[in-house]
């Protein structure tokens, strides 16, 4: 519905102006500050990209598990009605994943 460009690449193009342009010209504080929002910006690239397929086969995966929600996951694994279900721990993980992939994966490796 959006022309060109994309908000991916409108984040793309922010995130490269702070690193190549801001990051040099900055010491202290503003360094620190604008490679924090270089991080902020990597992030919200990945989300973008990655964020749709990851939420689909999350919910996938909690529907295969018999609930609808993260808030009904924890509920159920707090009430131990998942404790003897093989597929829990391989959902929990997948999870931790894809919030990897997304917030640093760098961490995957």
């Known amino acids: 519905m959006h022309d060109a460009p994309t908000s991916a690449q409108l984040v ?4 490269e102006f702070l690193a190549s342009d801001v990051l040099p ?18 992030m919200v690239e990945r989300e973008i990209e990655l964020g749709p397929s990851q939420a689909l086969d999350h919910e996938t995966r ?5 609930v609808a929600s993260d808030a009904e996951l924890a509920a159920a ?9 093989p597929m829990l721990e391989p959902l929990l993980k997948e999870a931790v994943r894809a919030k990897l992939a997304v ?3 760098g961490y995957l490796t």
């Open 62 to 66: 909690l529907a295969a598990l018999g």
């Open 77 to 85: 694994i707090r009430e131990g009605r998942l404790d003897d279900n």
């Open 12 to 15: 793309a193009a922010v995130r």
């Open 25 to 42: 010209a900055t010491e202290g504080r503003v360094r620190f500050h604008t490679r924090v929002a270089i991080n902020v910006l990597a």
């Open 103 to 105: 917030a640093n994966p």
